[in-house]
């Protein structure tokens, strides 16, 4: 469902969670939020947490721990374009699609499981795979919080 969102209906989920954290962390309504405060409470930004949800289901699409539904719409692929690379057999085929198809699960959830380092997609189990997923997603947060041309 977030794909496919509005940036509007985007924006406002982001206010949202940033005034639940301003009320748990007892700040004042003007407060700026910023990563720290994320990492104090344990949480990512709607954004990267969405993304979490997706690169879970990935991973269990990946070790065949999801059912079959979900599984028997995606590839693993052993090459790209040919060629054998190291991360290559742990992603998926991305699918070709044109249009509102562009934001399904299926080619959003495969495009960030192949965008993850190589070490993150081989954890051995599903516990290992989510602290790294989001250490990993930490650490995007705070490359993307460090940037000199962030614009909100």
């Not at 990563?35 to 709607?46: A, Q, T, Y």
Request: net charge positive.
């Amino acid at each position: 469902w977030y794909s496919s969102s509005s940036q509007k209906v985007k924006n406002k989920l982001q206010t949202c969670q940033n005034k639940v954290i301003r009320f748990i962390l007892d700040k004042p309504p003007r407060f700026h939020i910023g990563i720290e405060h994320f990492k104090d409470i344990g949480w990512l930004n709607v954004e990267n947490r969405v993304s979490q949800l997706k690169l879970n289901h990935m991973y269990k699409i990946y070790n065949d721990l999801a059912p079959e539904y979900l599984t028997c719409s995606t590839v693993k692929s052993n090459t790209r374009s040919g060629i054998a690379t190291r991360s290559s057999s742990y992603n998926f085929i991305v699918p070709f699609t044109k249009g509102a198809n562009s934001l399904s699960f299926n080619k959003t959830g495969i495009n960030l499981w192949n965008s993850l380092p190589v070490d993150v997609k081989k954890c051995n189990s599903i516990s290992s795979f989510k602290k790294c997923v989001k250490s990993s997603l930490f650490d995007s947060m705070q490359a993307a919080n460090d940037c000199d041309f962030i614009y909100y």
